[in-house]
C-alpha cells in the first residue's frame, strides 16, 4: 500500500512560483515511479511531471517545460513540484500519484493523494 499527501497550494499571481510538496509512503515492490498531475473543472486529468524514484526517468508536459521541476528528497519519502512563472491556465487541483511506470498517462498510476489546489489570478 501506498499513502500519498499534497502540500503547498495557494493563490499566486501571475508570473509567481509555488513549491507543491508530496508525503509519500512506498512499497518499492510496486511503485517505481512518482507523478504529479492537475485536473482543471471541467477538463480531463492531465499528467504534469513525473519521475522515476531512483532516478533516469523524468516526464513533463510540453505546457510547463522551463517553467516547473519535479524532484525527489528518497530520505525524507518527498517529491517537490517547483512551479515558476505561473499562468492563469496552470490553475487546478494538483495531484501526487505513485505506480509502476513513468508518463503522462494516469491509467499508469495506481496510488494518488487527495490533491492541492492551486489558484492562478492574472
Known amino acids: 500500500q501506498v499513502q500519498l499527501r499534497e502540500s503547498g497550494g495557494g493563490s499566486v499571481q501571475a508570473g509567481g512560483s509555488l513549491r507543491l510538496s508530496c508525503d509519500y509512503s512506498?512499497?518499492?515492490?510496486?511503485?517505481?515511479?512518482v507523478g504529479w498531475f492537475r485536473q482543471a473543472p471541467g477538463k480531463e486529468r492531465e499528467g504534469v511531471a513525473a519521475?522515476?524514484?531512483?532516478?533516469?526517468?523524468?516526464y513533463y508536459v510540453d505546457s510547463v517545460k522551463g517553467r516547473f521541476t519535479i524532484s525527489r528528497d528518497n530520505a525524507k519519502n518527498m517529491v517537490y513540484l517547483q512551479m515558476s512563472a505561473l499562468k492563469p491556465e496552470d490553475a487546478a487541483m494538483y495531484y501526487c500519484?505513485?505506480?509502476?511506470?513513468?508518463?503522462?498517462?494516469?491509467?499508469?498510476?495506481?496510488?494518488w493523494g487527495q490533491g492541492t489546489q492551486v489558484t492562478v489570478s492574472s
Open positions: 500519484a505513485a505506480g509502476p511506470d513513468c508518463g503522462p498517462s494516469p491509467a499508469t498510476f495506481n496510488y
Open positions: 519521475a522515476a524514484f531512483l532516478g533516469g526517468t523524468t
Open positions: 512506498r512499497d518499492t515492490s510496486i511503485t517505481r515511479c
